[in-house]
């Protein structure tokens, strides 16, 4: 392999990292239930 | 807890003026389509079918869509904030500076002073003017989010967050240029380049302006117009990263065939498709949170206008990835299919979004119960069919112009001349006037049924409490 | 984190739209427009084209026509050579568009003589009935304004003599205008390369096929007449009532054209189209 799809594999696997990253913290046993409060809390205000 | 003192004067005069921009923006849509059959309806130099057409796509993007989104983020970001807006005197003066842009810009294209350039037509001094505007009100937006008393942002607030920022980068990049004279410049690109970087300014254009603003629109009024929430806000943060950070690579997907280098082609088809995961995440969503509520299609002409704006989005979401595809593109693009296209997606989702958001603002500004639940929904019927009308005969017409354009005989020689093709396309067109002119008296329906409610409408306590800012 | 942070989440937003942003906006400016794309023989424009360039953008002639030819056998057959990214290395803006209500004009150069693209201009519909373009006859009552272009030339960074802006204080903008469509695509030698060497003998398919006549009349009322009169008497072209040549002759004119005569070439009609031509042409029956 070459320099480049070095590069290229590991720009994606980093990305893919990322993204996996943020879906593991949302889903997150700790966060699942923080991230589900703004929903019910926009609806009451009026 | 104290009450928050909300400032709806400001919300009530975007709204009266982005719904005028939106009726010229129709009415000019209609001459142009009228003007494709029958060219004696140019009136040169200034009413030429060139000369109007950047008008009617910049008022409808601009005065239009960008002011039911000032209108509306006004709004929303108040209630999700927990706060009054940061700088009342600075959203006054953007009001002010807002018209005078976009009456700029009218007046400048009918003169003849334009880059060319799609949906960034207005030359260098307007887009100084635009800039200005966009600051203040990214500060005013920004401002206000940072000093809210709700702790966790709701997912309307990363919508608007990243459409400020993500038109901030794209208009920048995409308005260097060198002045000759006050209307005149030379962009700072070349060929190639300059093809690129305006097909990823004007695909994110769509994606900053008319997809992430209405999206924080349908997030908020669709769970206010049913009384329940969304489904979930978990699947709209996952959507929410994924949609911006693929947007920005599909721009190459209008230069398909292009001399752009292939490789940037190639990612732009590949990121389309991705991009159908997180746009139906969206749209799954709006679905999911209809559980049990469906009824509410029947009762609620809120919830008509909204899930069926989503139901576009999603069609245009599958559509686009198709149209993406080198094969499919190299057989509809530069046809009357992507009108159809674009249609579907300004008429169908955004249009219908912002119809819901002000009719779900005006009691609430005015103090006073809708004038007529018939009348809108006389106008979601009008608006329906237009847009369907519009859309449908175009698709048919794009098909057939792309088959004849292809068309070869035994001998390797084409079987069409392009008049041949041409003049196959005149019923289509008068098709598309007529729904057109349906949509538009679907506005004015709209605009009657608005001004009716301001004075006519049955004054309620609690929404008076709202309209002056106290609930 | 991000969902209590605003500024965080602009910073990171930010972030993710700078990726793509990137590597499909900035990288490229590394391989585009550098001397590999180079064509030696495309040339800036000079200042009446540069002007017509900018009367075009002026009065939006993008919204209708497109000027970028693509990789595909009938585009190519109807518009000629496919583009190159050599070619609009001096377009400030590129006008590739994205709409194809009128024709392609990325190789309208040389198609036709001066004197078509006047009279197209000023009337489209007398000349191509189905035509839905404006006119644009009253460019011929605006006069240039040569300092202004001067201007622009220094600012585009063109090279230009000056006899060429003094000349620009009789021409109108319809001058420019043609001057500009004439230059469209005509700086790589395409026609020369995409003529066709017709071997072998030609031999009239359809000598006095009644049919092949009538069909003849109709594709010259389509194709010809604008040039060459209702009656073959003649216009920008010359009067065609009696042709004096071989068969073979006239389907080579037909299908080739004559290059620097301002006779489009016809080829993309197919073999038997021409050849219904030769006959209708031959026939002597002008009504
Ligand atoms: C009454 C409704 C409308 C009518 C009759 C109409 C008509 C038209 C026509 C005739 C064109 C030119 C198509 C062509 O060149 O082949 C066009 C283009 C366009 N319109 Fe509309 N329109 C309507 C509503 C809207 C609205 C509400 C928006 C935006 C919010 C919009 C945005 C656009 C855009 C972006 C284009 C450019 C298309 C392109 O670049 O290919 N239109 N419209
Ligand atoms: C996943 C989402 C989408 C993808 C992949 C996509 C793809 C495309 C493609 C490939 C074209 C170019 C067609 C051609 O010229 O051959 C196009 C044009 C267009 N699309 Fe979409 N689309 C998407 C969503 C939307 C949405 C939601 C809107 C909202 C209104 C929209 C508005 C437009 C407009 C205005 C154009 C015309 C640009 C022009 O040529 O002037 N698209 N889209």
Redesign the pocket.
């Known amino acids: 392999m070459d320099l480049g799809s070095i590069l290229y594999l590991g720009v994606t696997f980093g990305l893919f990292v990322i993204f996996a990253a943020i879906v593991i913290r949302t889903y997150s046993r700790k966060n699942r239930d923080k991230n589900e409060t703004a929903k019910y809390r926009m609806l009451d205000d009026d | 807890m104290e009450k928050p003192q909300y400032n709806t004067d400001i919300v009530k005069s975007f709204v009266h003026w982005s719904v005028l921009w939106g009726l010229v923006a129709v009415l000019v849509g209609v001459i142009v389509s009228i003007q494709m059959t029958n060219p004696e309806m140019n009136f040169p130099p200034y009413l030429t079918f060139g000369r109007l057409r950047p008008i009617h796509?910049n008022a409808g993007?601009f005065g239009w869509g960008v002011g039911v989104i000032f209108a509306t983020f006004f709004y929303i970001v108040q209630r999700l904030c927990k706060v009054r807006l940061w700088s009342d005197k600075l959203a006054k003066f953007q009001l002010y500076f807002f018209n005078t842009t976009i009456t700029a810009s009218a007046v400048t294209l009918i003169l003849g002073f334009t880059t060319s350039k799609?949906?960034h037509e207005m030359e260098w001094p307007i887009d100084l003017m635009i800039i200005i505007l966009w600051v203040t009100f990214a500060i005013n937006i920004i401002m206000t989010i940072i000093k809210r008393k709700e702790e966790q942002m709701y997912i309307s607030l990363w919508y608007m967050l990243a459409a400020i920022v993500g038109v901030a980068i794209l208009f920048l990049v995409n308005s260097a240029a060198v002045p000759v004279s006050f209307f005149k410049s030379y962009s700072a690109f070349a060929g190639t380049n300059d093809a690129n970087v305006q097909w990823w300014f004007?695909?994110n254009?769509?994606a900053m302006v008319?997809?992430a603003p209405p999206l924080a629109m349908f997030y908020y009024f669709l769970p206010k117009s049913t009384g329940v929430p969304i489904y979930s806000h978990k699947i709209s943060i996952i959507s929410f990263w994924s949609l911006i950070f693929m947007?920005l690579w599909?721009g190459a997907?209008?230069l398909?065939w292009t001399p752009v280098p292939d490789w940037i082609q190639t990612l732009a088809m590949a990121f389309?498709?991705m991009?159908?995961a997180p746009?139906w995440g969206s749209v799954i969503n709006g679905y999911l949170s209809m559980k049990g509520q469906w009824h509410q299609m029947r009762e609620n002409y809120l919830v008509k206008f909204l899930i069926l704006g989503i139901t576009f989005?999603g069609l245009?979401?599958?559509?686009?990835?198709m149209?993406?595809i080198r094969s499919f593109?190299a057989f509809?693009?530069?046809t009357d299919?992507?009108?159809a296209?674009?249609h579907?997606?300004?008429m169908g989702?955004?249009s219908m979004v912002c119809f819901a958001s002000i009719y779900f603002l005006v009691p609430r500004i005015y103090g006073k119960e809708l004038y007529s639940i018939r009348l809108a929904n006389l106008h979601f019927w009008l608006a329906l069919t237009g847009q369907l009308l519009w859309s449908i005969s175009l698709w048919i017409a794009g098909v057939l112009q792309a088959g004849m354009w292809n068309a070869m005989n035994p001998d390797g020689s084409l079987t069409y001349t392009f008049m041949e093709t041409m003049v196959e396309m005149y019923p289509y067109w008068w098709v598309r006037t007529i729904g057109g002119t349906l949509f538009m008296l679907g506005v004015i329906v709209f605009i009657y049924n608005l001004f009716k409610t301001a004075h006519n409408g049955e004054k309620t306590a609690s929404l008076a409490a709202t309209a002056e800012g106290r609930a | 984190m991000w969902e209590k942070k605003p500024i965080l989440l602009l910073v990171l937003a930010t972030a993710a739209i700078m990726v793509g942003t990137t590597v499909t906006m900035i990288v490229p400016f590394m391989s585009v427009n550098t001397d590999a794309d180079k064509i030696a023989s495309v040339k800036p424009y000079t200042p009446i084209q540069q002007e017509g360039r900018d009367l075009y953008i002026r009065e939006g002639c993008n919204n209708c026509h497109t000027q970028t030819v693509r990789p595909l056998v009938s585009e190519v057959l109807r518009y000629g050579e496919y583009s190159k990214s050599g070619e609009f290395v001096y377009d400030r803006p590129f006008l590739w568009g994205?709409?194809r209500t009128g024709p392609d004009l990325a190789r309208v150069g040389g198609k036709y003589p001066d004197a078509w693209h006047y009279k197209h201009m000023d009337s489209p519909r007398a000349m191509i009935p189905g035509s839905n373009m404006p006119d644009y006859g009253w460019y011929k009552k605006n006069p240039l304004d040569p300092k202004m272009i001067q201007r622009k030339m220094e600012v585009l960074g063109f090279p230009y003599t000056t006899e060429q802006i003094s000349a620009l204080a009789d021409k109108n903008e319809m001058d420019a205008i043609v001057a500009y469509l004439q230059k469209l695509g005509s700086d790589i030698p395409w026609r020369k390369a995409a003529k066709t060497t017709i071997v072998g003998e030609l031999k009239n398919p359809f000598v006095g096929n009644k049919s092949a006549i009538e069909a003849g009349e109709e594709l010259f009322e389509n194709n010809c007449e604008a040039c060459h009169g209702e009656n073959l008497e003649g216009g920008i072209g010359p009067e065609l009532t009696d042709i004096d040549m071989d068969d073979s002759d006239l389907y080579q004119i037909i299908y080739n054209g004559i290059d620097d005569g301002g006779m489009p070439a016809f080829g993309s009609l197919g073999t038997n189209k021409v050849w219904q031509l030769v006959n209708f042409l031959k026939s002597g029956d002008s009504d």
């Open positions: 796509t993007i799609e949906y004007g695909h254009a769509v008319l997809t947007y599909t997907h209008h398909l389309s498709i991009l159908i746009s989005y245009q979401t599958l559509q686009g990835p149209q993406s593109s509809i693009h530069f299919w992507v009108p296209h674009i579907m997606g300004t989702w955004v | 994205s709409k």
